[in-house]
């Protein structure tokens, strides 16, 4: 006996119960289903992805897991665990069908669907599946036809109700979608969803109030469900009431404290609305309790951004990527700081990858979309903000990204209907009234001009601007009463700026000057006025003063971009390479990805300080980001020739020649490049050619010595 | 005896590592199929605790002319909806009351008066247009009585002047 017992102890010993790293992973499992009887969903995903051991991965850890991933979003990935579960009830294998369709897999879905009907006959729940699928796939009729078969085999589910107001309502046939809405309030038991689903359909007929109030009643019945107090809480927060949204959700975490969730969207609410202190306040609060997760952190990053604090926040924002770097948000901020503080490449790395991770998230798009229309790349920049529209058809911010997109690809037509468009979904935006009198001046469109002017309001500055371009448009000369009557409403300096450069347009300029020196006397500060009087000094030849009004320009605003390319320009002028050079290489520090002082620094480089490889880099940079710019493709066609690769070079300057055959100075690089590799009778006819077009000295020099050889 | 000792060792053995911990119940499909279905979005109530009466009642922001009980044309199209809800199929055993009520602006006796007319339009807007027994709608006047919303503000007082439809049986 006592022998026995011996063994019996020494099994015991030896089995897991002393064996630690097996208990971790048990205890995991423990804590894991805890976390999870409390509904907190986030932790017990997180500790159920760490088990490793196979043997505790069986169909409850699944189960757990597949329920954890779908409570936080995760469809695709509870889809797998819920498959690994090997489900045998009809009504999980039903529910593993939806989530096929919610994540879009309309295929898979109907497929399940099909095998289910086969296995299981026709029962309510699959008709319903039917019914939603059918939806899916905009065949109402198909899909009402289904609801009602799920109704003949139970009437007490009002889940198919709900379907046929659905089908109805994205028919766009109201009365009887509300019709079914209301049936299904009335003759539910537990009402929960119907009043969700009456409640939206009011949010998309804009029946703010009825939504609200038929929330509350549904509240009033089951004052402590969750989901009901999130409704209420999303309604209160697209109707701007943040105060109402704040009360609910204090309520709703009153309740569910460990409802991560609900703690984001107050911190989200505290930002939107901008109680700054509140929102950092509250990330304090749970950083404690999800200091492993990655939100906390971009929320933490959100809130320096606000607060305009690119440091920190660029800290915090790392630190979310670090845990979780396949965050679309996170990367879609950490794009958006990159992009204020101008280094456009990383942004697109990180608005790119945002794309990548999530295709849908307009707001990359949307941002990708404007940093491809400040680099003049229009039809890129349409591509994103089209299908923006695709997912979103009223959104403003597409319309008119795709508005200035076709604008400056010459689709003025197509521009207007776009600008249009956004004026009906917000008739408040003043660009839009700026944008149609920009097009309707392009087109010499008088009283289309004169329409969209009028609708500018009148303490918008530009407003001035666009009355004067119209004065020109109309050619109206007795325009010194209006123009006296600004004066005499607003004699401030942009008033003097604005009529100034009316009358430099105008070509008078001793006018032009007066004004502008007036401005000056208001506002010595005002970095335009110096600018443009550079400009004045610079069209009389006065190329010295004109440096020195450009030299004040950057003193004052030392990110005024124009202003080093121009003072660039006027140096070489002066062949005043050194400070030519010096001058695009402090531009290039606020604008590191501006391909015209990149592509400008290596010319200068390549052709007065033979510095081919500084050069290389600097147009290698230039070309990644505007590669079909002539000018930089020229460039690198130059390198290519003075580093003996005529042929490189040859293949490139043929291609902007074609495209720009009057352009003296490609012809001529063409040409020196055609000699060189012994191509004499093209050289000759390509640099004839050159000559023809009066290139300058001392590039004519250069070609006459060549043809005579 | 020899047996069972064997038998007991090797059940040990054998044993998943884990029974040496205690057993919590068990997540079954069952169970996920009802959080599925919402029940993981209500706290568990005390069994003590006395249930709520749930009310199957909709509100409805119906316009009426200034001081008036006449319905504006605007409201039309809600009242066909509700009026081709309760005579529709599942619903024709029911009764259901009509409720008016309006903000706090004049007196009490008048509101009253005021919310009980213009519940009386509705009705009788039901009953004209839809197949529906006079019987199985009544009518009630609350007045400014059980306000939704502040009196205080425009928009609170544009909650507080609705009608609600209640299900009654």
Redesign the interface.
Known sequence: MLR?LF??FL??VS???S?TK?IDQ?SA??IA??Y??K?QYEKSADILKKVEDP??IGK?YH??L??SL??LGDFENAIIAFEK?R???L??KI?IAYLYLLTGDSQTAERMTNILETEYGKTANIFILKGNLALKMELFKKARIQFNRAIELD?SSIKPIIGIANSYFMERN???A???Y??A????EN???AYIA?SRFYQGMN?Y??A???L??AV?????????LIQLVSLYIKLGNSQEAIKTLERALT?YPGTFNLWIKKVRIYLDSNQLEEAHHTIQKILSDYKENYYTYLLMGEYYLRKNDLNLALYNLNKAVGINPESYEVNYYLGLIHLIEKNVRSARMYLEKSIIIYPGFQSSHLLLANIYLSEKRYKLAAEHSKFVLQLDPDNTSGHLINGVSLFFQGLHREAEYEFDVTQKLDPTNQAIYLLKAIVALNDNNKSDAQKAISSIDNQNIEKLFFELELFKLAGVKKIEKKINAYLKKSPNYMTYLLIGSYYKERGEPELAVKLFNKSLALNEQSAVTYYYLAEMESSQGNVESAISYLNKTIEIDDTFLKSYQALGGLYEVLKDYDNAKRIYKKGLAFYPENSMLLNNLAWIELEHFSDLDSAYAHVHTAINISPEDPDIIDTRAWLHYNRGEYEKAISKLNTIAVEYPDNPLYLFHLGMAYFKNSEKSLAKMTLKKALELNIGEPHKIKIMKALSL | MNRYWILFIMVMFFAQPYTCLAEEGAITEEYVVRILDGEDQKLNYDKHRPKKKKYKKISFSINFAYNSDKINEQSYKVLIAIGETLQSKGLEQFKFMITGYTDSAGSEKYNKALSLRRAGSVKTFLHTYFTIDDMRLIVKGMGELYPIASNENESGRARNRRVEIARLN
């Not at chain 1, 309030?185 to 539910?188: E, I, P, R, T």
């Open positions: 026995y063994i019996v099994f015991l089995t897991s119960c064996d097996k048990i499992i423990s289903k805890q999870f009887q509904k043997k505790l409850e189960l757990m597949g329920l779908f409570r579960a489900p045998k009830s009504e999980m529910y009437n109201y009365i009887k509300e019709k079914n209301l049936k309030v009335f003759l539910s009402s929960i969803d009456l029946r109030k009825d609200e109030n038929n509350k009643i009033d019945n089951d004052p402590d469900n969750k989901s009901l309740l």
